[in-house]
């Protein structure tokens, strides 16, 4: 059985900082997820990878699947970054489009 | 606009009735699916569907009935069998159930046990 475990679970910084969050996952994946959780309860999908490196503005997400390990970066970190942050990965022996999420950061930055 | 809708955005239950929480999806996806969020949890699948007319349980299916009879739309009931309800309910879709493909989120509906 696949298990996700996130950290750090609470994050709180100064705007301007980077952040950085991270994901280990137990067994082998094809593709890791990462989601936005917005304070109404809304969730946003920020990137799927399989490998290497992914870049949207300021978040960065990066992945090396040999240490079963992905980070989530943020630079110039601002208040409206305030958010859970998801990881999620399929799940083992499932159907193959199923996911099993981490229980997210939850990440709040002060002006 | 294409998108997930969910309603209502709040819902209560009264004990010993079953309540149903609405997903319509105009994404055209193929797949749907329901999650359970609890405080401190990650979420949970309660059902997916892969095609209309078809349906699957999750992790989490005992209590919970679901329907997919349009390709839009994969509403979710509550039964009474559901003995602690209260949680915040996600609705997905994708384009197909596979790997490697986007899942869009509804905006939720949170359900409150009167």
């Known amino acids: 059985k696949n298990e996700v475990e996130q950290s750090p679970q609470n994050l709180t910084a100064q705007e301007g900082e980077f952040i950085t969050i991270n994901c280990s996952y137990s067994?082998?994946?094809?593709?890791l997820h990462w989601l936005q959780q917005h304070p109404g309860g809304g969730i946003v999908s920020l990137f799927m990878l399989s490998s290497g490196k992914k870049k949207h503005g300021r978040l960065i997400a990066t992945i090396n699947i040999q240490e079963k390990h992905s980070s989530l970066h943020i630079t110039a970190s601002h208040p409206r970054d305030s958010a859970v942050y998801i990881c999620?990965?399929?799940?083992?022996?499932?159907?193959?489009?199923?996911?099993?999420f981490g229980k997210g950061t939850k990440l709040s930055v002060k002006p | 606009d294409g998108g997930i809708t969910q309603s209502p955005k709040y819902l209560f239950r009264k004990e010993g009735q079953n309540v149903t929480l609405s997903c319509e999806q105009n994404l055209n996806h193929d797949a749907m699916y329901w999650y359970r969020q609890d405080p401190g949890q990650g979420l949970r699948l309660i059902y997916y569907s892969q095609i209309v007319n078809d349906f699957q349980k999750g992790d989490i299916a005992e209590g919970y009935s679901v329907s997919r009879e349009k390709k839009e739309s994969f509403p979710l009931t509550v039964t009474s069998a559901q003995k602690n309800p209260t949680a915040f309910y996600l609705c997905a879709s994708s384009r197909m159930n596979v790997v490697a493909e986007t899942q869009y989120f509804g905006p939720g509906t949170r359900l409150l046990v009167l």
């Open positions: 999620a990965v399929p799940i083992e022996g499932g159907s193959q489009g199923n996911l099993i």
């Open positions: 067994v082998g994946i094809s593709a």
